[in-house]
């Protein structure tokens, strides 16, 4: 009913900036929150940071000042924007949304499939 496809992941020395993109289709009434997520090896899936419909976001701590999470509600898209990235931002990164589909009035939780990024000299 809805699906989510990021794109933007790859390798990049530390320092340096990637920036993700998540887009989402399907048959969408309208998507409150959208979020980013990681996983790194061995680690538990962690928030990265969250915008809802209206533009309030949130971010983890450890990416504060860093990381810039954005949508475009016309287009149901996300991006993150990510600088002076580290070694430990290494990981899967994976888009997130609460949508609500045509037809229902539920919100559905909905999960990319993932993009790899790689901070690494």
């Known amino acids: 009913q809805v699906q989510l496809v990021e794109s933007g992941g790859g390798l990049v020395q530390p320092g340096g900036s990637l920036r993700l993109s998540c887009a989402a289709s399907g048959s969408i009434f309208r998507i409150y929150v959208m979020g980013w997520y990681r996983q790194a090896p061995g680690k538990q899936r962690e928030l990265v940071a969250t915008?809802?419909?209206?533009?309030?976001?949130n971010y983890a701590d450890s990416v504060k000042g860093r990381f810039t999470i954005s949508r475009d509600n016309s287009k149901n898209n996300a991006y993150l924007q990510m600088n002076n990235l580290k070694p430990e931002d290494t990981a899967v990164y994976y888009c997130?949304?609460?949508?609500?589909?045509?037809?229902?009035?539920?919100?559905?939780?909905?999960w990319g499939q993932g993009t790899l990024v790689t901070v690494s000299s």
């Open positions: 915008i809802t419909s209206v533009g309030s976001t």
């Open positions: 997130n949304a609460e949508a609500r589909v045509v037809g229902s009035l539920k919100y559905l939780e909905v």
